[in-house]
């Protein structure tokens, strides 16, 4: 071999460690959830009237399904989608946990129903630690857990029902196992952080659809934020899932425009539930076939996601 060819391969080799052993962000695991006060209301209402750029409606609260609030056989929490807010898909939880005489909690993940700027906050850690406080107070709630998961909201629902084997049931709405555009896969790269904002736009910008939308999603935000939620999804798909034994449901459209449907798909195999439904609603009112219900972008089809989900949590031999 001659001698310059030797050492031209060598210094690709060189280069090619150097960027496989590069940074990523790091996912770090929450500590463990501290005790709960007793008034959880007081508690809620005080932990969010630390932000005063927060978007009225967009609060953690808990819906409660009698005026005595004592706790229900089931309990229902809802984790919305990045970038999104509770009212992502509302009414749909609030009348799915009517329906089932359950106490609700809707959360508000780190960083969103706030500023734009706010997005940029988060770690991977205060999501996971945002998923683990829900369920905290779901189990002060109900008996019986109920998590229902939509978009980035299922990704997070995912890593709960791998840790958290004694959920009654597991719902996920459009889940993000993996965005549409495959180049999204660029940002768990090593480097990237360092790299890409060199040559991406500083913001992340998208048209909303209506009034409604533009202020309860963050339809605008630095670029920044979409790495850590990148690494959750990264984090997640390496997950055992044929270890997860909770009962799921799968909703999603084929031709979701958002996240990708073969990735929901393949997730959705890989679960080792015996009790596992996968819907597919190639159909709907949402141009982009992501959000498939709520008031803002999908009221024709509330009525029936709503129904598909009770079908599935009323069927179940363990409730």
Same mark, same amino acid.
């Given at each position: ?121 988060? +770690?991977?850690? /205060?999501?996971?630690?945002? =998923?683990?406080? $829900?369920? !905290?107070?779901?189990? &002060? %709630? *109900? ?109 999603? +459209?084929?031709? /979701?425009?958002?996240?990708? =449907?073969?990735? $929901?798909? !393949?997730?959705?195999? &890989? %679960? *080792? ?47």
């Amino acid at each position: 071999m001659p001698k310059t060819l030797r050492w031209t391969l060598l210094c690709l080799s060189l280069l090619g460690l150097l960027l496989a052993s590069g940074p990523r962000i790091a996912v770090e695991l929450p500590a463990a959830q501290p005790p709960l006060p007793a008034d959880l209301d007081a508690y809620l209402a005080q932990s969010e009237a630390r932000f005063s750029d927060l978007v009225p409606g967009t609060q953690k609260q808990i819906i409660w399904a009698y005026a005595d609030r004592r706790q229900t056989e089931l309990a229902l929490v809802y984790l919305h989608g990045f970038s999104a807010s509770r009212q992502e898909t509302a009414p749909l939880s609030e009348d799915l946990a009517r329906q089932l005489g359950a106490n609700l909690f809707v959360t508000r993940l780190s960083g969103h129903g706030r500023s734009p700027q706010a997005m940029t906050e988060p +770690s991977v850690r /205060d999501w996971l630690q945002d =998923a683990q406080e $829900a369920l !905290a107070i779901a189990r &002060r %709630l *109900g008996k019986r857990v109920i998590v229902l998961g939509v978009s980035t909201g299922g990704t997070l629902g995912t890593w709960l029902a791998s840790r958290q084997s004694d959920l009654a049931a597991l719902v996920l709405v459009s889940p993000n196992f993996a965005p549409r555009d495959p180049m999204a896969t660029l940002l768990t790269w090593p480097w990237a952080q360092q790299l890409l904002p060199r040559v991406l736009p500083a913001e992340h910008v998208w048209k909303p659809r209506n009034p409604e939308q533009a202020r309860y999603w963050n339809h605008h935000y630095p670029t920044q934020a979409l790495f850590p939620m990148m690494a959750l999804v990264k984090h997640v798909n390496e997950l055992p899932l044929q270890d997860i034994r909770v009962p799921t449901l799968m909703i999603y +459209s084929p031709n /979701d425009q958002v996240v990708s =449907a073969e990735a $929901a798909e !393949a997730a959705f195999a &890989r %679960l *080792g539930s015996p009790h596992k439904q996968l819907i597919a609603r190639p159909d709907s009112q949402d141009p982009s076939h992501h959000v498939l219900a709520g008031r803002i972008l999908a009221p024709n089809d509330t009525a029936s996601i709503q129904a598909q989900i009770a079908a599935f949590i009323q069927q179940l031999p363990t409730l």
